[in-house]
């Protein structure tokens, strides 16, 4: 029965570069001692040999020891690729080595612990390295955040030595994706972010292959869920350098030294991306065709996780990697709504021409661009071969917990929305009480201060109604006053001492009763209206709180 399952590593080579080889007339050639599997075709053998030393004439002359680790993409015949990490080892007066690993997955971390482990068996015994590997080729690939262990019989001994080693317990931290972030400014990388969309030229050059080839395949992941399917060489060897004066778009890892070879030919449109000093040339600013407002919001989400990252000492690639995945989320998450089926096809079509004028108008531009490159090809493609029934990754898994957040948030507001229309709650035994629920939670979650806030408020309110009637009642009986005038006032004179002119039918004592009589009648009528009034505000207000929060206990 044939294992399906996937292995951990699918080849490994050991590579010499012997330095003066009797058999080629005193000339240096690469050669590989040791594979796993034995039978390798010969474009991976070959291919193998230039990746490791891309740049024979540096490795003749070494002048101290050096260990250098470097990964790079290789891509088969078939379309498929294979990741490569690999240990380079230079050492004085000898030839040097190179141990590659190549797996299905971008596990660089782990085959790179591995490839630690193998030098160091390998300078004792190649027989203990060959024993290690070929243990090791019996695994399958682990699952994330998970440990294993082999262990390998010593020679002539019947003792065994263990291993152990782990892979990271997400899909992204086994890659270096820290290393872009401490090489380039933020601006920087996303002003190469756009123009990779927009499928351009790139050349990424440094005197330190380790950099240059990671930074590579760092920007190429960063492209999830769209794959780069055009010209992709992290590590450019000597005999390839004409590949930059093609005219489909590429990106390239390039050794310093090869630099002025490649600046002679007839560069067309080439971004070129000084590792080493941080500078970038380049002909169209793609970042502009972007809306200001996007891409300004893009940059600052990423700045404040990479300033925590910096404060902590500590990178997590697989939040980086979230953020530009939602950049794109952010643009298609509504994609699957324009998936029409055609029965001329028997297949989902993606609408492109209806999804792209349901984009805001600053963005439009910016998609027509991107629908015409291979990346949205490629990826439009896949989408219509296999929808509905898409691999669940990380792509439609954010699309779905976004659109899965939307329709409760939706719903809650409707909810919310009701419960302030319907102050008083009315149902039938066939319609579920869920707003009064709701309504009740957020009474109950109504902190104290809150209350005394809407209480203290309420009190002022009232009196401050309250002493509005006053004034306009006291008001109302001074203008009735100036209208009418007052009926002693008619009758009787007063002189500036204040003493009362009394007819001579009428006693002083009488008058003094008529006068009293007046008064209190006015204070009395005064006093009627206030209460009246006051009574009336009050019945009204209390009559709304009721209202209010019977419908809250409700």
């Not at 003792?159 to 892979?167: G, P």
């Not at 310093?256 to 067309?268: F, K, W």
């Not at 719903?411 to 009740?440: A, D, F, L």
């Not at 007819?503 to 008529?514: M, W």
Request: glycine content about 2%; aromatic content about 10%.
């Amino acid at each position: 029965m044939e294992n399906n399952k996937e292995k951990l590593f699918t080849h490994f080579f050991l590579v010499k570069l012997l330095k003066k080889n009797i058999g080629i007339k005193n000339k240096s050639a690469v050669v590989v001692p040791f594979c796993l599997p034995k039978l390798v075709t010969s474009q991976i053998r070959k291919n193998i040999r230039s990746f490791c030393f891309p740049v024979m004439n540096q490795f003749l002359n070494i002048q101290e020891d050096k260990v250098e680790t470097f990964s790079f993409l290789f891509t088969k015949e078939d379309g498929s690729r294979l990741y490569a990490s690999c240990r380079r080892i230079l050492r004085k007066n000898k030839d040097p080595d190179c141990l590659v690993l190549l797996s299905k997955q971008p596990i660089f971390r782990l085959l790179d612990s591995i490839l630690e482990k193998s030098e160091e068996l390998n300078n004792n015994s190649i027989t203990k390295l060959i024993n290690f590997i070929s243990e090791l080729d019996k695994l399958e690939m682990p699952e994330m955040g998970t440990t294993f262990e082999i262990s390998v019989k010593k020679s002539q001994t019947n003792e065994y030595e263990k291993f152990t080693f782990s892979r990271h317990e997400n899909e992204y931290g086994d890659q270096y994706t820290e290393l872009l972030f401490q090489t380039l400014e933020l601006e920087v990388i996303t002003s190469i972010f756009s123009s990779l969309l927009l499928e351009r030229k790139f050349i990424f050059y440094s005197k330190e292959t380790y950099l240059f080839s990671n930074i590579v395949l760092n920007f190429i992941s960063l492209l999830e869920p769209f794959t780069w399917i055009n010209v992709c060489i992290p590590v450019l060897p000597e005999k390839l350098t004409d590949t930059a004066s093609a005219p489909m778009p590429f990106i390239l890892g390039v050794h310093a030294d090869l630099m002025q070879t490649i600046q002679e030919l007839p560069l067309d449109d080439v971004i070129m991306i000084d590792l080493d000093s941080k500078t970038i040339q380049y002909t169209n600013r793609d970042l502009d065709l972007l809306p200001e407002k996007f891409i300004n919001k893009f940059i600052a989400k990423l700045s404040r996780h990479i300033n925590l990252f910096r404060e902590k000492q500590q990178f997590d690639n697989q939040i980086i990697h979230f953020e530009f995945l939602d950049f794109f989320i952010e643009i298609f998450a509504n994609y699957p709504s324009f998936m029409i089926y055609s029965e001329k096809d028997n297949q989902y079509i993606f609408d492109s021409q209806s999804f792209t004028s349901s984009q805001p108008k600053i963005l439009r531009k910016f998609l027509l661009d991107f629908q015409k490159t291979q990346l949205f090809e490629f990826w439009q493609r896949n989408q219509e071969k296999n929808y509905p029934n898409l691999e669940f990754d990380n792509f439609h898994q954010r699309i779905n917990n976004l659109l899965e957040n939307k329709k409760t948030n939706s719903k809650i507001m409707k909810q919310i929305s009701k419960g302030q229309r319907s102050r008083s709650n009315t149902h039938t035994p066939n319609s579920p009480r869920e707003i009064p629920k709701i309504s009740m939670i957020m009474n109950e979650n109504l902190n104290e201060n809150l209350k005394e806030n809407l209480n203290e408020k309420n009190l002022n309110q009232k009196i401050s109604r309250k002493n509005s009637i006053e004034k306009k009642e006291k008001n109302l009986i001074e203008k009735k006053e100036r209208q009418k005038p007052h009926l002693l006032s008619q009758r009787y004179s007063f002189d500036s001492k204040d003493s009362i002119d009394i007819p001579k039918k009428i006693s002083k004592k009488k008058h003094r009763n008529v006068i009293r009589k007046k008064i209190i009648s006015n204070q009395n009528f005064e006093k009627e209206k206030q209460n009246e009034e006051t009574n009336s505000f009050r019945k009204t207000n209390t009559s709304q709180f009721t209202l209010i929060f019977k419908t809250n206990k409700n």
